[in-house]
């Protein structure tokens, strides 16, 4: 049977091959440290959840709740920017509720996007910067980009060869998966750039708040001016460990918040009331509970490229993100970033996201997530360490099992 239209667009998801090879070595009794996906390990701070187990007692919150977003929690995000960006917004018109950033990326695309709207969008990046405007008609222009010099030339050419004239251009920094981080002069340039060429500025900013260097990342509405072409996506999951809660937020240009409002008014209730009031308790709070999971993951940062580095494997430290962007080895690099991850786990008892996950640029790394403890991390460097002397000694016995014949 023929395959419908949209599902026909999308490519086989790639990190499933990963996770089906992983169940497989568990099933078999294997005890495999994940540092595949970006799902955190940390529980919920106790003050949260104690708002959540308050408020679900009280039977009028398990009704219908909001699209966009109780009131307080619009107020929460927008008081949430003004101190942390010192930028002002109006909880009424420029600050809606999604649930997850994930979402809300799917859904802007599906309110704004006609069929073959082109996209400039990072390579590599998180899939649905991409594949949200792909599933809703549009055409993406991959831009192997950074956050330097080489970003707006690289945009004007990705302008100067598309047709029609592009509709947005999608950033996200910190990065998933590179965990590269903007400066607010490059914020400022490309601000400059989308309201002299009339494009739409679209900022994934999830990570904003895990950053270990002492320079906290910015935000693009903190441009002047900016608030006229963008909007900014922000998530609660890893921020304060509510991966499972589904909340985040979009923010800025009333007009695309207004489309992607209505959008959402068709599509869903909001999330459980009980949440939305335990989340803007979160937003409302002194930050210390942000404080405290950003010095976990700026530790197990530490551990990560101290113990993988002695392994063998040198690993660039991340200066914001939950992520280390890590070039595969060179005696790998041949194989491609799949099968090298199939191959720490069948080896090394070790799970990492392949590269080529996150666009065909990012085939030479693979991506490991901060999301296991100290002492794991420690051992999946241990782990690492054998493998990679085994191999030194046998190196025909690093094909993968799945690609031998």
């Known amino acids: ?49 104690d708002k959540l187990c308050e408020v ?71 899939p649905i910067h991409a594949f949200g405007f792909i599933m809703s008609g549009g055409v993406i ?64 900013l999830a990570y904003s708040e895990i950053y270990f260097d002492g320079n906290p990342p910015p935000s693009v509405l903190q441009v002047s001016g900016a608030i006229d072409v963008c909007v900014e996506f922000t998530s609660m999951s890893k921020t304060f460990s509510m991966p499972g809660w589904r909340m985040g937020f979009a923010v800025g240009n009333e007009r695309l918040i207004a489309a992607l409002t209505r959008v959402k008014s068709y599509l869903d209730y909001g999330a459980f009331t009980p949440i939305q009031v335990a989340a803007a308790h979160a937003l409302n709070g002194d930050g210390a509970d942000i404080e405290e999971v950003r010095e976990v993951y700026h530790k197990r940062r530490d551990v990560m490229v101290d113990s993988f580095t002695r392994a063998g494997w040198t690993i660039p430290a991340p200066a914001a993100s939950m992520f280390a962007w890590a070039p595969i080895p060179e005696q790998f690099r041949q194989l491609g970033s799949l099968e090298f991850s199939k191959l720490l786990i069948e080896h090394a008892d070790v799970a990492v996201a392949p590269g080529i996950g996150f666009g065909e640029h990012g085939d030479d790394f693979v991506r490991v997530a901060l999301v296991e403890n100290e002492h794991r991390i420690r051992q999946a460097a241990r782990n690492i360490k054998r493998f990679l002397a085994s191999t030194a000694k046998q190196p025909n016995n690093v094909v993968p099992l799945t690609a031998r014949r």
């Open 141 to 204: 222009r991959s831009l192997q980009v950074e956050p330097d010099d080489g970003f707006i030339p690289a945009v004007e050419r990705g302008i100067r060869h598309s047709i029609p004239k592009p509709l947005a251009l999608i950033l996200n920094y910190p990065s998933n998966p590179t965990a590269l981080v903007a400066s607010l002069d490059f914020y400022k340039d490309v601000v400059a750039f989308a309201k002299k060429n009339d494009i739409i500025i679209l900022s994934d």
């Open 56 to 126: 679900v007692r009280d039977p009028r919150t398990h009704r219908y709740s909001s699209s966009r977003g109780i009131p307080g929690l619009r107020r929460a995000q927008a008081n949430y920017y003004q101190r942390r960006f010192g930028v002002k917004l109006n909880p009424d018109t420029q600050v809606v509720a999604t649930l997850g950033s994930k979402e809300g990326f799917a859904n802007m695309a599906q309110a704004i996007t006609a069929p073959g709207d082109v996209i400039l969008c990072p390579n590599p990046t998180y």
């Open 1 to 49: 049977m023929e395959e419908f239209h949209k599902v026909r667009r999308l490519p086989p998801y790639v990190f499933e091959q990963v996770n089906r090879l992983k169940a497989s070595a568990r099933s078999r009794g294997a005890d495999i440290i994940d540092l595949g996906m970006g799902n955190p390990d940390l529980p919920t701070p106790k003050a949260i959840v």
